[in-house]
């Protein structure tokens, strides 16, 4: 009830144009007789939906759409202070109109690299001059995976470029990952020619840059397995602090077998081995998503299955997939952060769908997958949107 009376106090505050961390009124704990720790749930700036937020040190860094959801942009800003006040809106690409957010999981991906630098991978839109290679089952070039990375002085981002040269049909989300090593990892999911028909045929295919993301090889397949991938499901990959490459991905073998699949290098994205986590038979394309957080010596990774999200600790000696207490419907588009203590925050939404707003939930795991506190929800995610979750001192932060 307390958090309920705190997102309506923000309403009221947003509408005057008032600061609700200055207010000393949107900063709460949930759950504090249980000591979990303090969460705090913030609006994207400017009314941006899909936030891809990640923490550099004491900055935290923020990646929302905004436009036409067909043709529309992507926009970067950051804070030193927590959302309390964020930098002046900075445009990712540099094409007007060449980002997409409609099926929710074609958006933009942000992390962050070697000196602080920012990279972002993203669907090209219809809009974009830069069209991706011939797709020739349909006579035509398709949509382009386009990348991009602040300039060395940090006051914009340099033009966009697309990284497909030998694979066509880019559908569901690509996506991104970097270390500080001064590598860059940029994947999506397509077919070469030659290749079975359909959502079978298709695989894993990655982009590498060894130098800040100045220049990339051409892509190659990710790893050796016939999984194919559902086509209009996003993936996500993450570089840990030890140098591990991770990726998540939704296969689609002979068309029905849905399952998650992890993906892990240990030699900076040359050799990748797979491991299937969790199985869901579906003749459909489910358009979920995935995500990763790295902290307290952990990494976790988080999907949807069949309606219900999960959650996995891969440090651990036998990971195994954690699910969030209740009965499982329409639970979507899972995000996590690992907090101080090992807990893990994850948070989805519930009730979204095609052209359909929702809700964010959420709940707070101790390090043995228990559930603690009070679970936490909002409404009023907009449609096509997300939430995103980052780890901060002394707490967590929600954001959508």
Known sequence: MKLKLLLAAFGVAALLGLDLFTLGLFSCSVGAANHTP??????????????QAVVDGAIL??????????AGDLFYVKSGNWGRTWTAPIRVNSEPGSALAI??????????GRNGRVHVAWNGSAATEAIGPMNPEAGKRGAPM?????????????????????????????????????????????????AATGEAGRQIWL????????????EAPAWVGKTGACGCCGMKMFADSKGVVRALYRSATENVHRDIWLLSSTDRGQRFDGRK??????????MSSMSFAEGAGDVVGAWETGGQVYFEE???????????????????????AVGADGEVLMAWTEGTGWQKGGSLVWEVFDRKGNAVGERGDAAGVPVWSFGAVVAMPGGLMILY
């Open 38 to 51: 303090q969460i705090s749930v913030i609006r994207v700036p400017r009314g941006g939906i899909q936030p």
């Open 61 to 70: 860094h923020l990646l929302y759409f905004s436009g036409d959801l067909k």
């Open 103 to 112: 099926g929710t999981i074609r958006g933009g991906q942000i992390a962050i």
């Open 146 to 194: 386009l990348y991009s990375r602040l300039n060395d002085g940090g006051t914009a981002f340099e033009a966009e470029r697309n990284l497909m040269t030998r694979t066509f049909g880019l559908d569901g989300g690509g996506t991104l990952a970097a270390d500080f090593s001064g590598d860059v990892y940029v994947a999506w999911h397509g077919r070469a020619p030659g």
């Open 207 to 218: 982009a590498v840059s060894r130098d800040d993301g100045k220049s990339f090889v051409a």
């Open 277 to 286: 986590l969790h199985e869901w038979d579906m003749n459909a394309c489910p």
């Open 314 to 336: 891969f440090a651990m000696a036998k990971p195994a997939p954690v699910s969030a207490p209740g009965e499982g419907r329409g639970r979507m588009h899972p995000r996590v």
